[in-house]
C-alpha cells in the first residue's frame, strides 16, 4: 500500500515563500499524474496544480502565477513551490493523483499565512 507523506508547511507571513514535499514510502516508488490538493474547513478540496511524468504543470487560476510544482528527476519527490503567499492560501495541502486510481489521503502539510 502506498503512503503519501506531505511537508514543508508552516506558518509564514502574507508575501512569504514555503516549498512543499511529497514522498510515497517505498524506495522504488515513481510518480506519474500527480497533482497538489488543498482544502479549507468547509470547503470542498479543490485541485492547485498538476503535472504529467514529461513535466507539463497546469495550475488553478488562483495560484497561477505563484506557485510552481516540479518533481526530482528520479520522480520520486513532488514538490510545490508557493511564493507570494495570501492569507486565502491557508489550507491543508494535500498530494495525489490526479488521474486513474487515487492513492489514500496522506496526513497533508498545514499552510497557514497571516500577519
Known amino acids: 500500500q502506498v503512503q503519501l507523506v506531505e511537508s514543508g508547511g508552516g506558518l509564514v507571513q502574507p508575501g512569504g515563500s514555503l516549498r512543499l514535499s511529497c514522498a510515497a514510502r517505498?524506495?522504488?516508488?515513481?510518480?506519474?499524474?500527480m497533482a497538489w490538493y488543498r482544502q479549507v474547513p468547509g470547503k470542498e478540496r479543490e485541485m492547485v496544480a498538476r503535472i504529467t511524468g514529461v513535466g507539463s504543470p497546469i495550475y488553478a487560476d488562483s495560484v497561477k502565477g505563484r506557485f510552481t510544482i516540479s518533481t526530482d528527476n528520479a520522480r520520486s519527490t513532488l514538490y510545490l513551490q508557493m511564493n507570494g503567499l495570501k492569507p486565502d492560501d491557508t489550507a491543508v495541502y494535500y498530494c495525489?493523483?490526479?488521474?486513474?486510481?487515487?492513492?489514500?489521503w496522506g496526513q497533508g502539510t498545514q499552510v497557514t499565512v497571516s500577519s
Open positions: 517505498g524506495s522504488s516508488f515513481r510518480f506519474n499524474a
Open positions: 495525489n493523483r490526479y488521474a486513474g486510481a487515487m492513492y489514500p
